[in-house]
């Protein structure tokens, strides 16, 4: 196989094709691509990572340790822009550039200079994020969500920040509209929309949430950019403005946000569990509905993050109600994803472990969030460290988890080798653990009174502070370990067949791993 | 998925010995009113129906994983749908969220009725203090307390907080100044607003909690039930202090309460300040000025507290000028202050009143009026010479 690819490769593309880093800055095609968003969320979950070791260093017990109060409001804050917009969203960005030109039978993306154009926007704007730590004031500490009036009152980190957020919106924009155009023209003759697999059926309904949303944040940061700058009052009641304005706005590109960075990951999941179970999916039907209907009800739930900035009673329970509507899709898949498990023939290799380990946390994770829902509950433990667990909990066990498990998993067909399978069941088992070690105990904390965002606390949330404060160093450090495995894979190891797992379908699978430059030159024909 | 359930009740059984077990709390503060109650039964309720789910869903999964893996020789069905389960999941979970929605919404609709209060306290957030004024109000207790007057800052010194060696506090964070002190039994409406960025007045055992917004009046209202010293924090991350604003509430008995505001009423004219029981005369007038100065009814007075340029940095200036925080020229430090004051005190009055680098206009305080901010400068000035 490798020699045919070679012989193809040399053919087509004999008269163009730069080495070195010329190779990455023009290259179009779309595992290039694909790779370099892939290396980049890495790279910004190390940074991001980075900034929580700062965090529960800080927390590890009370006292102010290492940091002034201020620097400690730029760590959460950039910690959460930068495992947001640099790590979970372009790592999912990195996956639809790999999978989905390989899954539909496409030789590359529909808009190949524009995908280029799409990742290159990302470095410029993880350089003004980052180096706005080092600008007069420091980078902003008004949380990731960068409220107004507080945001008002940064620092020119802020700036920062801001033009930070506009260009990474463009690229997810023009990301976005390359991956719907790619899979609504590029099909495989034979694959309707319900063949399509899962993980491109859950990246399309992601773009559109993308294409959606991402102006509607650009809004929202542009009136304060002006607000700070050219004397408007957006969100200035003496200027008959209204600070609550900006949350409406920022929460209605929030929360859909939100199922931008879950809905890739029950795709990847929903090409994992089948495979290792050597059963079909379940209720592939009611998956894609599920999906559907998860996006559409993440434009009608914004306002409960905000039930306490005092809404009627009537707003606070259409957006209790409308939120708790969204366990029954999400139940949905759960449900499926179990059925599917079951009377299977199970393995469990490393993308599976990951899988269920998703699977069962993640779903914690959505237990705690119908409890946020409940409106009276939400009053109690919103802005504490309950919603701090929640989230991490449907972020880290879900988005990233299902990312490691995509890895896993595709890592024999991007490289060509099989990875060290040992280390990578270590690399769950550390990650699981401690993982919940961290987050676990930031239940008792949130219910127990402690708000979050706090750079010291009493006395008497110490034990649990440094429960997770233990339990994140293992968790970072643990990551080096992934980056360990990976490396090793790329650099050699056992050589991977076309399709290394028995139970895997997709037309990626019928591609030599590794796979061609152009996946597909003529398409398949799918039945 | 044991190995994490294992280590985690190591974890706690350690805590269940340690000397501090006492202190280790895994749930909700013990409710003190209706509503907190309330909200606490419910999350029993949607915990335990959560825990019941969790188990039946993954009871099935771990069953399915001991058992139909290939390793034990399961062979692969191949089914991919069923119609009538797929309505039943669909269905069941619909009516179970009914179940919950029904309590919830009573209990939202009941803390939403602030009306017919006995007392009404107006709570302003500010950087990073809280300032209490005891409304004129028509309930019970009309005239009891109207118009007094606190503001309630973090009473931890700086040494417990920022030097390892210092024995903390037992109520390390959560203590405060002066306490918001009110009846036990009545109905208390809490009106909720900020001089600067959004605040949130929380305290948990009353199950209340209200962001407190700039430029607009929210509210929200609680009944106390116990008297004793409840505590909760500023929940909206409000700024580099937003940490050290805590919220302590005093419930006292109907008398205790009225012999209280009888003391504490007179406080609202500076010169009896000094009758002030518990405060010491400086905090005390410097509240009283600066919500004279905050209350735009007042402006016509202003002139008078806001020649008390002292009054003005004990209350909102020192926050800062105090400690030398965030860059600010350290109170009395001639050295700090000598390049400053080279500029002329007219460059350092507009810096005040229209804020400079960290420096937010009036201190973070836009109802200040200039005099008073001018006033302000001109103490602190003249005592870093």
Avoid at chain 1, 399 to 426: C, I, N, Q, R
Avoid at chain 2, 36 to 52: G, K, P
Avoid at chain 2, 198 to 212: L, N, R, T
Avoid at chain 2, 268 to 283: Q, Y
């Amino acid at each position: 196989m490798e020699a045919v690819h070679g012989h193809d490769h040399a053919h087509d593309h004999g008269h163009d094709h730069p080495t070195g880093l010329m190779r990455w800055l023009t290259t179009t095609n779309h595992k290039d691509i694909g790779t370099m968003y892939l290396w980049f969320s890495f790279l910004m979950l190390l940074t991001g990572g980075t900034l929580a070791m700062g965090i529960r260093a800080e927390l590890f017990e009370p006292g102010m340790q290492f940091w002034r109060p201020e620097f400690f409001n730029q760590l959460t804050t950039m910690h959460g822009l930068i495992m947001v917009f640099g790590a979970i969203m372009p790592a999912f960005v990195g996956f639809a550039n790999w999978q989905i030109p390989m899954m539909i039978g496409a030789s590359d993306m529909a808009f190949a200079r524009m995908n280029n154009f799409s990742f290159w926007l990302l470095p410029p704007a993880a350089i003004l994020l980052v180096t706005s730590f080092f600008v007069p004031g420091g980078a902003t500490g008004a949380g990731w969500t960068l409220y107004a009036p507080l945001s008002v009152q940064q620092g020119m980190g802020m700036d920062l920040a801001i033009f930070a957020v506009h260009i990474m919106g463009a690229s997810s924009i023009m990301g976005s509209i390359n991956i719907i155009t790619t899979i609504l023209n590029m099909r495989a003759p034979g694959m309707t929309l319900m063949k399509m697999p899962m993980f491109v059926w859950t990246w399309l309904i992601t773009a559109y949430l993308l294409i959606a949303v991402m102006p509607v944040l650009a809004g929202a940061v542009t009136m304060l950019l002006t607000d700070r700058h050219f004397g408007t009052h957006f969100f200035n009641a003496a200027g008959g403005g209204d600070p609550v304005l900006y949350q409406h706005v920022f929460w209605f590109f929030g929360h859909p946000e939100v199922y931008i960075m879950i809905l890739p990951a029950f795709g990847i999941v929903s090409q994992i569990i089948p495979t290792f179970a050597r059963k079909p999916l379940f209720g592939y039907t009611s998956m894609v509905y599920a999906t559907a209907s998860i996006a559409i009800l993440s434009f009608i739930v914004w306002a409960h993050h905000m039930f306490v900035v005092g809404m009627p009673a009537a707003g606070q329970l259409f957006f209790m109600y409308a939120t708790m509507l969204i366990a029954v899709p999400t139940g949905v898949k759960v449900f499926n994803w179990v059925a599917t498990m079951w009377k299977g023939s199970m393995t469990f290799e490393t993308p599976m472990l990951f899988s269920v380990g998703f699977l069962f946390v993640f779903t914690m994770g959505g237990f705690t969030g119908l409890v946020c829902a409940i409106t009276p509950i939400d009053i109690q433990i919103q802005d504490t460290y309950y919603v701090v667990a929640h989230f991490h909990y449907v972020l880290v066990a879900g988005s990233l988890f299902a990312l490691f498990a995509g890895v896993y998993f595709w890592l024999p067909k991007w490289t060509g080798h099989m990875y060290d399978e040992k280390l990578g069941k270590l690399h769950f088992w550390l990650s699981i653990i401690f993982f919940n070690l961290t987050f676990f105990v930031m239940h008792f904390l949130g219910l127990a009174g402690m708000p979050r965002r706090i750079p010291d606390y009493a006395p008497q949330f110490a034990d649990f502070n440094m429960i997770a404060s233990l339990g994140a160093f293992g968790f970072g450090l643990t990551q080096l370990l992934f980056l360990y495995v990976v490396v090793k894979c790329i650099r050699g190891g056992e050589k991977a067949p076309a399709k290394p797992w028995d139970g895997a379908e997709g037309l990626e699978w019928t591609l030599p791993s590794p796979a061609p430059y152009h996946s597909f030159e003529t398409p398949p024909i799918v039945k | 998925m044991k190995k994490v359930l294992s280590l985690l009740a190591v974890a706690f059984a350690a805590l269940a010995n340690s000397p501090l077990a006492a202190a280790v709390q895994f749930g909700f503060q013990d409710p003190e009113t209706p509503i907190a109650r309330q909200i606490y039964s419910l999350h029993t309720l949607i915990l335990w129906i959560c825990v019941v789910i969790f188990v039946l869903v993954f009871g099935a999964m771990f069953y399915a994983i001991i058992n139909h893996r290939k390793s034990v020789g399961h062979k692969a069905a191949q089914f991919h749908e069923n119609t009538q389960v797929e309505i039943i999941w669909t269905l069941v979970p619909f009516l179970i969220l009914m179940g919950m929605a029904w309590p919830a919404t009573k209990t939202i609709i009941e803390m939403k009725d602030t009306s017919n209060p006995d007392l009404t306290i107006k709570a302003t957030g500010y950087q990073w203090l809280w300032g209490y004024e005891y409304v004129k109000g028509e309930g019970d207790l009309a005239g009891v307390s109207d118009g007094i007057q606190i503001f309630s800052r973090l009473a931890t010194p700086m040494e417990q907080i920022y030097d390892k060696s210092a024995n903390k506090d037992d109520h390390y964070l959560l203590e405060v100044d002066h306490e918001l002190v009110v009846p036990v039994n009545k109905k208390i409406r809490i009106l909720t607003t900020a001089a600067d960025v959004i605040h949130s007045w929380w305290v948990p055992a009353f199950g209340v909690k209200q962001d407190a917004i700039p430029g607009y009046i929210r509210d929200t209202w609680f009944k106390a039930e116990k008297t004793g010293v409840y505590r909760g924090q500023c929940a909206e991350l409000c700024g580099k202090e937003h940490g050290f604003m805590p919220i302590v509430v005093r419930v006292v008995d109907n008398a205790e309460f009225q012999d209280w505001a009888s003391k504490h009423r007179s406080d609202a004219s500076p010169a009896a300040a000094t009758s002030a029981p518990s405060a010491e005369a400086a905090p005390a007038a410097a509240e009283a000025t600066q919500v004279a100065a905050a209350e735009p009814a007042a402006s016509s007075g202003a002139s008078a507290p806001a020649a008390d340029g002292k009054a003005t940095y004990d209350g909102l200036c020192s926050a800062c000028h105090a400690m030398g925080i965030a860059g600010a020229p350290k109170f009395g430090d001639k050295a700090a202050w000598a390049p400053r004051i080279a500029q002329g005190v007219d460059t350092l009055h507009q810096h005040a009143i229209h804020g400079f680098k960290t420096m937010p206009a009036k201190g973070g305080n836009p109802a200040l009026s200039d005099a008073t901010v001018m006033a302000a400068v001109d103490y602190m000035v003249s005592q870093s010479k």
